[in-house]
């Protein structure tokens, strides 16, 4: 038998020797010690001088007067009662900690993150894009999520007898989707597709893929889920996907549509007329003589001659990483390493909200001042029309009745809040460019025009690693991060 003994202080030990030395009781000489989290108890027993000794039962009793009512160690009492161990403590009674139960948890055989992948940088400092396009496919019949239903926890105990409780676990709803199928606690694709987690529910939808070049002929693609082109599009094709596009080849002045990301792998060459417009991000190898606008951001090796709007940042990295020609916005920044080249070809890069967002915004504020004054004279006109009891049938006043002002009212009210959803959206843009900087870790050539917000600043001489940001209207230029 493993027991333990506590140190005492030369004072607790003569104390110890004053209490035995009065009585050979153990009512009177013994003592438990409980510990401060009530976890454990130590009985120390005096030596007695009679036949009868201690037993298993009075010392049991002795215990439970003294608070110790649980976790008793039988083996050590048996054997403090019966070898007759004296003057040491003795742990004999130990509490029980709880054990913590788990909620239940779905594992799931699919990525429920792609947004997480990132464009993979290459040795040679390039980025493969190819890497974004990570698409997640099921067949009817696959195995895709599993449920483990919650595991309840263990109450605990302290010696004296108080429960020690643990947290209730949680079981989560079933899952939803009408392209799963639940047996058990086992879930099933009942279509094949493109899987994804949307809002909490699994969503399968299928993928349009084009095994072949798209051009003029067979260019005209419009699909509500995701698209992939295992090719090159040509000059004048149009592709508009409810989701996420992928193109594996090299695109021409087409015109791109998606409610998600826009991944090209090799780029697009625009001839000044190609559009690419997303609601999610764009990454391409090369961007050149194109528009493109994109919600969050605009992710290249090199963008030349192009017109480029992000509404988060441009980020122009890889091997050439340049941004030559054109105009290319980022709301809330622009990262590079070139901008311009030695031709001095004429390269505008702008971070943050812009003079034109703010003169959008004074139109907009002069209009809803408009209407609002046009809808007081509706009303007006409409309450002084009820009060003589005309309707739109009776009397006319100033020549307009009152379900013609009704009419003209119901258009004021929709034209008002489109305004005031503008306005909104105005000062969100405005507020998300604050603070935007333009960070060029190599070289900024002679003649860049620099914007940052609503200053502006010309670059006269070659510069390197520069990080530009507005201060106090003026453009200041610091050591790139």
């Not at 013994?30 to 009679?50: C, G, P, T």
């Not at 299928?206 to 072949?212: A, D, F, G, S």
């Not at 030349?304 to 980022?330: P, Q, S």
């Amino acid at each position: 038998m493993g027991d333990e003994a506590v140190s005492l202080s030369w004072d607790q030990l003569n104390e110890l020797k004053r209490r035995f030395q009065q009585t050979g009781r153990a009512e009177e000489s013994s003592y438990v010690r409980i510990s401060d989290d009530k976890m454990e108890a130590w009985l120390y027993l005096a030596e007695v001088f009679d036949e009868k000794g201690y037993t298993v039962h009075g010392l049991t009793e002795f215990l439970e007067t003294q608070g110790v009512m649980r976790g008793y160690i039988k083996s050590r009492l048996t054997a403090m009662a019966k070898k007759g161990i004296y003057r040491r403590e003795i742990l004999i009674a130990k509490g029980k900690e709880a054990s913590e139960g788990k909620d239940g948890y779905f594992e799931y055989m699919f990525d429920t993150n792609p947004a997480t992948h990132t464009p993979e940088i290459l040795e040679d400092g390039s980025v493969d894009y190819r890497s974004v396009c990570k698409l997640e496919n099921v067949e009817e019949g696959d195995l895709i999520a599993i449920y483990h239903p919650a595991v309840a926890g263990e109450e605990g105990y302290c010696v004296d007898g108080t429960v020690v409780a643990v947290k209730p676990v949680k079981e989560l709803m079933p899952l939803k989707g009408s392209t799963i199928v639940r047996r058990g606690d086992e879930y099933y694709a009942n279509c094949a597709g493109r899987i994804e987690m949307r809002d909490g529910n699994i969503d399968i939808r299928n993928l349009y893929e084009v095994r072949e070049d798209v051009d003029y002929n067979n260019g005209r693609i419009d699909f509500f889920g995701d698209v992939l082109v295992s090719g090159n599009v040509g000059a004048g094709a149009e592709i508009r996907a409810g989701r996420n596009l992928t193109i594996t080849g090299t695109v021409e002045s087409a015109n791109l549509y998606a409610g998600g990301d826009i991944t090209l792998q090799r780029g697009v060459q625009g001839d000044m007329i190609g559009k690419i417009r997303s609601k999610g991000n764009v990454f391409a190898n090369f961007i050149e003589q194109c528009k493109v606008e994109a919600d969050k951001n605009v992710v290249a090796n090199y963008i030349m001659n192009a017109t480029v709007y992000a509404g988060e940042k441009v980020l122009v990295r890889g091997k050439r990483g340049n941004i030559i020609g054109g105009v290319v916005c980022g709301l809330q920044g622009i990262e590079s390493q070139n901008v311009g080249n030695a031709a001095e070809v004429k390269t505008v890069v702008h971070a943050g909200f812009d003079a034109e967002l703010y003169k959008k915004w004074s139109r907009l504020v002069t209009r809803e001042e408009n209407i609002r004054e046009k809808l007081e004279d509706v009303l007006s006109m409409m309450e002084l029309i009820i009060k003589h009891k005309e309707d739109e049938t009776g009397l006319r006043r100033g020549g307009t009745s009152l379900a013609e002002l009704n009419t003209k009212k119901d258009e004021y009210f929709q034209e008002l809040d489109q305004i005031v959803v503008d306005i909104e959206d105005i000062k969100k843009k405005i507020e998300v460019g604050k603070g935007a900087k333009i960070n060029v870790t190599g070289t900024v050539y002679k003649g860049v025009v620099i914007e940052v917000e609503n200053a502006a600043r010309t670059i006269t001489g070659q510069t390197e690693h520069a990080l530009f940001k507005c201060k106090a209207g003026e453009i200041e230029m610091t050591t790139a991060i």
